[in-house]
T-cell receptor
Framework: RKEVEQDPGPFNVPEGATVAFNCTYS??????FFWYRQDCRKEPKLLMS???SGNEDGRFTAQLNRASQYISLLIRDSKLSDSATYLC???????????FGPGTSLSVIP | NAGVTQTPKFRILKIGQSMTLQCAQD?????MYWYRQDPGMGLKLIYY???????DKGEVPNGYNVSRSTTEDFPLRLELAAPSQTSVYFC???????????FGPGTRLTVT
């Protein structure tokens, strides 16, 4: 089993739609979780950290379920500019490293 | 404050050639990482460093070497290039692992 798994995608949604991405992690000792965004042929950039109580940043909401070892990202009112690949990240067995998931591609269509 | 810089942006190598990918950061971060990303795939960790003079292998270290003589610089060396090393290489740094990683713009390498 991969350490961090994500919905394979791609997701193609119309502007204004709500879309949810799911991610699971295998290491029950993982403490920190993140969502990164990667535009085509660009470097990944942090979208948001994921806190135990869940957190929201504008149209983006992240949730963590430690019992199920599951992380989610909800995007409301999708914009064309949200088209990108979304990477789920969790700290791994070693404190020094994090594990990146394979990413889920989103295309928002006019 | 330039953040994380990488050179070159693009490179084409012939099989068997060697090269060094440069990475530098000006944020005084102790932790630095080298990843490779194949088309349509996620990031795979090649090597990482927790401070000057300390490096360790990641998931896919074969065919690569690193050094970390200063806090700022973390070069990645390819000794005998192979087609399987065709990829995009990203360098990243962070003050602590459980925090945001700052990425460089990447080096696109083709080995033919």
């Amino acid at each position: 089993r991969k350490e961090v798994e994500q919905d394979p995608g791609p997701f193609n949604v119309p502007e204004g739609a709500t879309v949810a991405f799911n991610c699971t992690y295998s290491n029950s000792a993982s403490q920190s979780f993140f969502w990164y965004r990667q535009d085509c042929r660009k470097e990944p950039k942090l979208l948001m950290s994921v806190y135990s109580s869940g957190n929201e940043d504008g149209r983006f909401t992240a949730q963590l379920n430690r019992a199920s070892q599951y992380i989610s990202l909800l995007i409301r009112d999708s914009k064309l500019s949200d088209s990108a690949t979304y990477l789920c990240v969790a700290t791994g067995t070693s404190y020094d490293k994090v594990i990146f998931g394979p990413g889920t591609s989103l295309s928002v269509i006019p | 404050n330039a953040g994380v810089t990488q050179t070159p942006k693009f490179r084409i190598l012939k099989i068997g050639q060697s090269m060094t990918l440069q990475c530098a950061q000006d944020m005084n971060h102790n932790y630095m990482y080298w990843y490779r990303q194949d088309p349509g795939m996620g990031l795979k960790l090649i090597y990482y460093s927790v401070g000057a003079g300390i490096t360790d292998k990641g998931e896919v270290p074969n065919g690569y070497n690193v050094s970390r003589s200063t806090t700022e610089d973390f070069p990645l060396r390819l000794e005998l290039a192979a087609p399987s090393q065709t990829s995009v290489y990203f360098c990243a740094s962070t003050p602590v692992p459980a925090y945001e990683q700052y990425f460089g713009p990447g080096t696109r390498l083709t080995v033919t």
